[in-house]
């Protein structure tokens, strides 16, 4: 994966082309089409990654299938070796820390600090479903004699995991490491904003001898990309981290083939302010909670607090500017001036039409230019 190659002094650099990974290979879009990725601290163009489609998450749910079905494959290693792999996923992580730090922040716009955080605690969460794979048990149910009854947990087969935008490694790793530790393929879709992070953790499985075809990455908008993955009848379970609208689409989409899914949606950071609290603090704390992540935040309390704290109470807790800045404490935001709380579907599938990228960050002022 290449992003932003140098050209010659004076000149804005070349952006790169990131590819999807499938069955183990970096690979582009069936019908060629990308699209752009915006640095949002910059407004420039830092790379661009293919545009998935219907025929891409076809190819990526064969390759997941073949993978899952190899008699000596994946599924079928002892839980024990699952968990090295996972292992030495983790590992690898936590070498190439500063690298996947410097491309999260550059990508999302959010501080080099914070992401630094959340790329170790990836490699965690890696860490911990490597022990976790072979502690997964089944029960015995004691019955009548002469009868036996007992139940095991077998993994579901190919899995489809699509993640947003605002921690895009760190809930990655969420999705990913129980998948894989329990013996599921998986077809992994990040957010079309930021998407590189996530293809980054495809090659990282490979070199540490995860098979081809057990983690596949497959970009693009959730109304092709996304939506195909929700439908497909290949694919025994989806699950998705974002807006209740595109859940809501998901689970439609799913009943196709009555597939399992895990949803979490909804919840913009909102808090609860208790007369006796100490306004000042909460002020400044609620500043940083909003601008941190770039998420809106939600006031409710009796009596109102923000008539004790006045206009620009907060003002000056979170500094804007480059994200790369060790004492910067907000860059760009990720999602180029959209507030994920006003889309709401017009027409059915709409709500996986949401995702495309879009510019719209002024790095002098730290904010999004008018839309």
Request: aromatic content about 4%.
């Amino acid at each position: 994966m290449t992003v932003e190659q140098h050209s010659p002094s004076g000149t804005s650099p070349a952006p790169g082309a990131a590819q999807m990974i499938i069955g183990g290979s970096s690979v582009d879009a069936a019908d060629g089409q990308t699209f752009e990725i915006v640095n949002p601290a910059t407004g420039r163009v830092m790379a661009t990654a293919p545009l998935g489609g219907r025929e891409d998450v076809d190819r990526a749910v064969a390759a997941a299938r073949a993978a899952f079905d190899d008699r000596k494959g994946w599924a079928n290693w002892a839980a024990g070796k699952r968990g090295r792999s996972l292992a030495k996923l983790a590992e690898l992580v936590k070498k190439h820390s500063e690298e996947l730090a410097t491309l999260e922040s550059r990508n999302v716009g959010k501080p080099i600090t914070g992401a630094r955080g959340e790329v170790i605690g990836a490699s965690l969460v890696f860490d911990y479903y490597a022990g976790a794979a072979n502690k997964i048990y089944g029960q015995t149910i004691p019955v009548s004699k002469p009868g036996l009854d007992l139940t095991l947990r077998e993994p579901i087969g190919v899995v489809g995991l699509i993640v947003p935008w605002n921690f895009p490694l760190l809930m990655a790793s969420w999705k990913v490491a129980p998948a894989l530790a329990a013996g599921n393929t998986a077809i992994l879709k990040p957010a079309s904003y930021t998407p590189l992070t996530a293809i980054r953790l495809g090659e990282l499985a490979l070199e540490a001898g995860i098979p081809a075809g057990v983690l596949n990455v497959v970009t693009g908008p959730g109304g092709s990309a996304g939506a195909s993955i929700a439908a497909h009848p290949g694919i025994g379970k989806v699950a998705f981290t974002g807006e209740t609208t595109t859940g809501q689409e998901i689970m439609r989409l799913a009943s196709g083939n009555v597939k399992k899914i895990s949803l979490e949606l909804g919840g913009k950071s909102p808090n609860i302010v208790f007369a006796d609290a100490d306004l000042e603090k909460f002020a400044r704390e609620i500043a940083l909670q909003r601008l941190r992540q770039h998420w809106p935040g939600l006031l409710r309390s009796q009596p109102d607090p923000r008539r004790a704290l006045g206009p620009g109470a907060g003002r000056g807790a979170v500094r804007g500017g480059d994200p790369r800045n060790q004492g910067g404490r907000s860059g760009g935001r990720g999602d180029r001036g959209r507030d994920p709380r006003q889309h709401k579907a017009a027409r059915p599938g709409e709500g996986l039409h949401r995702d495309r990228p879009r510019r719209g960050c002024d790095p002098r002022r730290g904010r999004h230019r008018a839309r």
